[in-house]
């Protein structure tokens, strides 16, 4: 699972030898700080790895960050957020894999779709604004 959050950029997968045991890899060591300081755990330095940071995190640890991030979220705009809480190299990064991305919609993403409301973007922004 690869996950992007306001803090970074991480990659999560089932621990080969633990059971309800991840091990959650980053390219950076500051995208793993906010989990290894949950889980009161080191960050290990793994360079000759497909990715140079990972911290080993039970199932419910992991969740309850992901969880905890998802309480936290109060931004309209991630990209803009991740300029603030990572930097504008960060979040120039992650422009690049939001524009790759388009690669992957499919025939029906751009037409006239059924039931969408193009006002809807405008009044989600309204509203967004009266929230804040």
Not at 85 to 96: C, D, I, V, W, Y
Request: aromatic content about 10%; hydrophobic content about 40%; glycine content about 6%.
């Amino acid at each position: 699972m690869w996950l992007f959050t306001e803090t970074g950029f991480v990659s999560a997968v089932q621990h080969a030898g633990l059971k309800d045991t991840l091990m959650v890899r980053a390219r950076d060591r500051e995208s793993l700080m906010p989990l290894a300081s949950l889980c009161d755990t080191d960050i290990m330095n793994t360079p000759n790895a497909d990715y140079p940071y990972r911290v080993v995190a039970t199932k419910d640890m992991f969740g309850k960050w992901v969880s905890d991030s998802i309480d936290f979220l109060d931004y309209s705009n991630y990209k803009s957020q991740v300029a603030v809480t990572r930097g504008k190299s960060f979040a120039h990064t992650l422009g690049s894999v939001w524009s790759i991305m388009h690669d992957v919609e499919d025939s029906g993403a751009r037409g006239n779709a059924i039931g969408y409301d193009a006002e809807w973007d405008d009044a989600s922004e309204e509203h967004s604004k009266a929230l804040s």
